[in-house]
């Protein structure tokens, strides 16, 4: 029974997801409410509150899910992988995720342009560079201040390349950027 309910969870919040981005796609972020979002969901004001907080909250699942496939990819790796086949392995968990969810990670960036509290939140950003840092003390044999500089070039550089890849409507494949990305960043591995 708990793998049905599991499951139907799963299902609201992704009913949920999709009908915000649809929402906030033809009227804007600011014009929509939490309420508007379960009627045209189909679900109770109080089951969307019970799977998101907020609206906002709705734009950050985006990048949560972005956070669980690299701690998937990267928890499956073996101890004594290299570090820059341990940083491929969970960049290109990422954007693979991304690839196969290019329209609501597009409309996700619009949120953004349109709502700067969310974008300077930090939140998505902070575990990002945890993430980054950890993988690097993992799986390098470096110092906590040369874990947080390739950690910090290879969040900075992936940051850019999503501003890029979202300013032109998503026309190229995250993980081939991706790819191309993480070759040029070899020079700084250890």
């Not at 992704?14 to 409410?33: C, I, K, N, P, Y």
């Not at 980054?132 to 799986?139: D, Q």
């Amino acid at each position: 029974m708990a793998g049905l309910r599991e499951r139907r969870h799963l299902e609201t919040k992704q009913a949920l997801l999709e009908t915000a981005f649809e929402l906030f796609s033809a009227r804007g972020f600011a014009s929509v409410t939490m309420d508007e979002i379960a009627t045209a969901a189909g679900v109770s004001r109080s089951t969307a509150y019970r799977r998101f907080a907020s609206k906002e909250d709705l734009v950050l699942e985006i990048p949560r899910r972005w956070l669980a496939a690299f701690d998937s990819a990267v928890g499956a790796l073996p101890a004594d992988a290299g570090l820059a086949d341990a940083l491929r392995t969970g960049c290109m968990a990422v954007a693979e995720h991304i690839d196969g969810d290019a329209a609501t990670v597009l409309a996700a960036y619009r949120v953004l342009e349109e709502a700067p509290s969310l974008r300077s939140n930090g939140v998505a950003t902070s575990a990002w560079l945890e993430r980054l840092i950890g993988l690097v003390a993992r799986f390098g044999d470096v110092d906590d201040e040369l874990a947080g500089m390739i950690g910090g070039a290879h969040l900075g550089a992936i940051d850019a390349m999503m501003i890029t890849w979202a300013g032109s409507g998503g026309r190229s494949s995250v993980a081939q950027s991706t790819d191309r990305l993480l070759e040029r960043l070899t020079g700084i591995l250890p």
